[in-house]
Structures are given as C-alpha cells and as structure tokens.
C-alpha cells in the first residue's frame, strides 16, 4: 500500500481537547498537517490552536457531535477556511462504568449518541469533503469491541458499533477511493481513565491497570498506531499488537464474506438503486 503523507493534509478531530484528541494533534501537527480542532469547550480549542501556530495551520470550531446541524455547520467552515478536508478523526466519547441495573436509561442513552451516532453525524457530515480529496475516515473504537466487560454494556455496545459500522461503511465508500479505519487501543493513561481509576467498581474489575491482561500501555504508542494507520490508510488498528489475534477473531471470515457475498459492481448498483428510491 502507498504511504499516505500527511504533510499539508488537512484533518478534521472531534474531541480535540481531550487527553487522546490533544495528543493526536501534536502528532499531527508534527507530520506537517493542518488542524481543523472540533470541540464542545470552544475556549479550550480556542487556546490549542493558538498552540500550533497561526489559524493557516490550525483552527477551532465548537462542536455538539450530538447535533448534526452543529458539525455539519463545523465541516463547511474548515473545508472552506483550509480549502479542503482529507482526514476526519471520529474522537469524541465518554465512558460510564455501572451495572445496567442501576444505569439510568438516560445515561445509556447519552452515551450511545455521543459513541456511536456520533461517529455516524461526523462521518456523514465529513464526507462530501473528504470525499473531493479521496480521503481517510478514522473513528477510535476500543479493545472492548470485542472483550465486553461487565458494567460496560453501554460502552462496549457503542464500540462494537463503531468498528460494525466502519466495516459497512467501507464497503459503500471503496469505489470512491475513501478509506475507513477503526481504532482499537487496550487501556492508555487518560484524564477519563484517571477518573475510571477514581471508582471503586472500576477498580475492582480491572485492578487499575497496572498488570495482566488489563495492562495500560502508554498514550504514545497509542498515538503512533493512529498515524501509521492513517499513513497506510488501514482497516483497523489495534494497539498494542499482541492484542491482534483477539481482534482478528470476531471477523476472521469478513473478508471472504465480504469477496464472496457482496461483489463491488452490484455495492454501487445497490447505491444508486437506493438513492433512486430512497430518501431516508
């Protein structure tokens, strides 16, 4: 596959500000692109910018990726204050930790919008941009889309969702040269994972991360496998890597099931004919 230079690239985060979103970008920022920094606490984005130079490099946008209206109004000013988009990174989340027994339905409700609809509003809303510059679309999933740990349904529902939904996703964008990868890092050192580390429950399940298979890695390693993925424009990224047979396993059979059962000719038929009849 061909290295995909992220020099003078222009990449979308949401979530910008956060302990991941702010490492992501210095990263970027080192690779030579230009930032277009998505987030609900504006001052905050504000001031990251100003942190990487002058607005021709990076600029913030206050974001609700729980309002379409909100990113779709974001994307159109980044596209045209930059002149395009060629990466959107699908950042923002939370994380509740609490047995559903006790688990407000509002909670799981908030959660399920920011995690994954929220992946789906700044994919969707990304697109017609990235799509000009045939692109990357990378939303960060976790390792619990595939281990679903307990007290997590929320969560690990949402996770498997992202990377379910980067999976179909893909498949409708391959014929129009966009990329589309997911995320799945193990447990990293966080300001989320601080407050994680906080509660009881949470330490009683996972021992606060400090061995076994609940072991942290560092943030850096995290962030060097979000770049080489977008540098190679992969499917998914899994970090660290010995966690990739555990990853591999729930889709071991994708790819034949995806050669076999849905050929590319009759995707983009299947596009069109929807597009016809359809306006959802």
């Not at 809303?125 to 889309?145: D, E, H, N």
């Not at 969702?161 to 498949?171: E, H, P, T």
């Not at 009683?204 to 496998?225: C, F, P, R, S, Y």
Request: glycine share 8%; net charge neutral; charged share 20%.
């Amino acid at each position: 596959m061909s290295y995909y230079d992220l020099s003078g690239r222009v990449v979308v985060i949401t979530g910008s500000t956060g302990g991941l979103g702010s490492a992501i970008a210095k990263s970027l920022h080192y690779k030579g692109a230009k930032l277009a920094l998505l987030d609900l606490d504006i001052q905050a984005a504000s001031a990251q910018a100003k942190t990487f130079g002058g607005s021709d490099i990076a600029e913030a946008w206050e974001v609700d990726v729980c309002s379409f209206e909100s990113l779709e109004t974001a994307m159109a000013a980044a596209a045209k204050h930059f002149g395009r988009i060629d990466v959107v990174i699908a950042n923002a989340g939370i994380e509740i930790v609490a047995p559903m027994a006790t688990l407000s339905p509002k909670s799981f409700d908030s959660l399920i919008d920011i995690n994954l609809n929220g992946v789906w509003r700044t994919f969707k809303t990304g697109l017609p941009y990235v799509q000009q510059q045939k692109g990357y679309l990378m939303a960060i999933s976790s390792m619990a889309a595939f281990v679903h740990s307990p007290l997590q349904s929320a969560y690990t529902a949402s996770k498997a969702g992202v990377w379910a939904m980067c999976d179909s996703i893909r498949l409708e964008l391959k014929h129009l040269g966009v990329g589309v990868g997911s995320v799945h890092p193990t447990f990293f050192k966080t300001p989320m994972v601080d407050q994680m580390h906080a509660d009881p429950a949470a330490r009683k399940l996972w021992g606060g991360n400090e061995g076994g298979l609940w072991k942290m890695v560092t943030i850096d390693a995290v962030v060097d496998g979000i770049i080489q993925g977008i540098e190679q424009r992969k499917d998914m990224i899994v970090v660290p890597r010995q966690n990739l047979p555990i990853a591999n396993a729930p889709g071991m059979f994708r790819k034949i099931i995806e050669k076999l059962g849905f050929k590319q000719h009759d995707v983009v038929e299947a596009i069109a004919l929807s597009d016809m009849s359809n306006k959802h």
